[in-house]
């Protein structure tokens, strides 16, 4: 609507700007390729490209919140590429991943979460899409065959801990695609993404496990 909003922006429920999500000064210098809403009202947007990534979290007004500090500042290094995925808990710690070395957990300041410790090789391909159940446990969307190790065609479950949760052990083949979105209510887990086959059937877009 000709308003500066860079990279961001805020919509009423009936679709128009909302003028009370004012992000200040240059905004982001990046596009966004994930972003997730604590309890709190508060922005995590994750991005980047190919020279840096980058995680931030806006306060409800738009506004910076200097209170989060991650440990992942904007700098020019070939093995991190942009965040595709944000998910956060019910502590309001952020889940992140992307096309860079593993899935991670931050605590609501920003800082790493140590008790979140995947193990093993992790997965072979990027995270295109993180959800969060009741009991903290993480299901895991992109595009890739196995996690480590064990064949996950695109799509894993993962304990509050981080280890790979062997009871969610989708059967056959996968998707013949890639998974770019997880919703989950507990006992059931739907998926989207770029795919027309799920194992044997037929499926357009999106499919509920």
């Not at 093993?120 to 009991?135: F, K, T």
């Not at 895991?140 to 196995?146: D, M, Y």
């Not at 790979?164 to 209510?185: E, M, Y």
């Amino acid at each position: 609507n000709g308003t500066p909003r860079p990279s961001i922006a805020r919509l009423n429920a009936d679709g128009s700007l909302d003028s009370s999500f004012a992000p200040t000064g240059s905004g982001l210098d990046g596009p966004v390729w994930a972003l997730a809403i604590d309890g709190a009202g508060r922005v995590v947007v994750g991005g980047g490209d190919h020279s840096f990534t980058y995680i931030a979290r806006l306060n409800a007004n738009g506004i910076y919140d200097y209170s989060f500090s991650p440990p992942y500042p904007p700098r020019p290094d070939p093995s991190w590429f942009e965040i595709g995925a944000l998910a956060i808990d019910g502590s309001g710690r952020v889940v992140v991943g992307g096309f860079y070395d593993d899935i991670t957990r931050l605590n609501a300041d920003g800082s790493l979460d140590s008790s979140f410790a995947p193990t093993g090789s992790g997965r072979d391909g990027p995270v295109g899409a993180l959800a969060i159940d009741g009991s903290g446990r993480i299901v895991v969307g992109g595009f890739f065959t196995s996690y480590n190790g064990t064949p996950r065609p695109s799509i894993a479950r993962l304990n509050a801990d981080g280890s790979l949760d062997s009871s969610f052990a989708p059967t056959g083949s996968g998707p013949n695609g890639s998974v770019l979105t997880v919703a989950t209510d507990d006992e059931r887990v739907v998926v989207g993404g770029y795919f027309t086959i799920y194992g044997s059937a037929l499926a357009r877009y999106y499919l509920e496990l």
